[in-house]
């Protein structure tokens, strides 16, 4: 569950980017509500598992009572859990990896166009404000600069902006790339079967991809020192 939330997490930054750059006047969505949806959504996903699984109790099959009590979870044979597996896998990494790719290359050639116009002249400075929330000295002048001063808020810094994407994109790379071998290795357990020689290299295996999908946890402090290093150094 977990991973999944990371995945669905990724495509809501993209699309957030994707909003904030290409469509700065609309609204942006609530923190909160989309994390709600996001874990909500990765819990649907992971409800279906109950489903192909089954507990075996060691102590009745076994006729031992050493065992009483003893159990373990078994992936249930009779149920095809195959159709579910590849669901997931198209539906949390391969739709999500396409709907990343694309917003991301989006944001990133309107960066790109946006930084090769020309620069345009400073804004005017905000206006002096008298005691009562009005500007000083009134009069159409006065409207006009408020109005400057309010549009300017709403220009993009393409440099800042830039410079956030890079890093966005170096902590999507991580986790997409990461999390690409145990979403291949959960594909190819469907094809292969596991037997007592083999048995050690399945957990060798299984072991390493794991650690390998939950690395981008120890990357993502790393990037973001650099992307913090790297935004002290931007002009002000």
């Not at 009134?138 to 549009?151: D, I, Y």
């Not at 957990?203 to 690395?215: E, R, S």
Request: with cysteine; hydrophobic share 50%.
């Amino acid at each position: 569950m977990p991973l999944h939330v990371t995945t669905l997490t990724l495509v809501m930054i993209a699309v957030d980017r994707h909003r904030k750059i290409l469509h700065p006047m609309r609204k942006r969505f609530s923190g909160g509500v989309c994390s709600f949806f996001v874990w909500l959504a990765a819990l649907l996903v992971v409800m279906p598992y109950p489903i192909y699984t089954t507990y075996l109790d060691l102590g009745s099959l076994l006729k031992n009572d050493r065992f009483d009590g003893v159990g373990i979870c078994a992936v249930n044979l009779a149920q095809d859990m195959q159709e579910y597996t590849r669901g997931l896998f198209i539906a949390m990494y391969v739709v999500p990896v396409a709907i990343i790719t694309f917003l991301h290359i989006n944001v990133s050639r309107e960066l790109k166009s946006q930084a090769e116009i020309r620069p345009l002249p400073p804004p005017p400075p905000p206006p002096a404000i008298n005691g009562h929330g009005g500007c000083v000295g009134g009069g159409v002048q006065c409207r006009e600069c408020c109005s400057a001063a309010a549009n300017a808020g709403l220009e993009i810094d393409v440099t800042t902006e830039q410079q956030t994407q890079k890093y966005v994109l170096m902590t999507t790379a991580a986790n997409v790339l990461c999390l690409c071998p145990l979403a291949l290795l959960r594909m190819v357990q469907l094809l292969l079967m596991e037997t007592y020689d083999n048995a050690a290299m399945f957990d060798l295996t299984f072991l390493v991809v794991v650690w390998l999908a939950f690395l981008p946890t120890c990357l993502a402090p790393l990037i973001f020192a650099l992307w913090t290093s790297a935004a002290s150094r931007l002009p002000v």
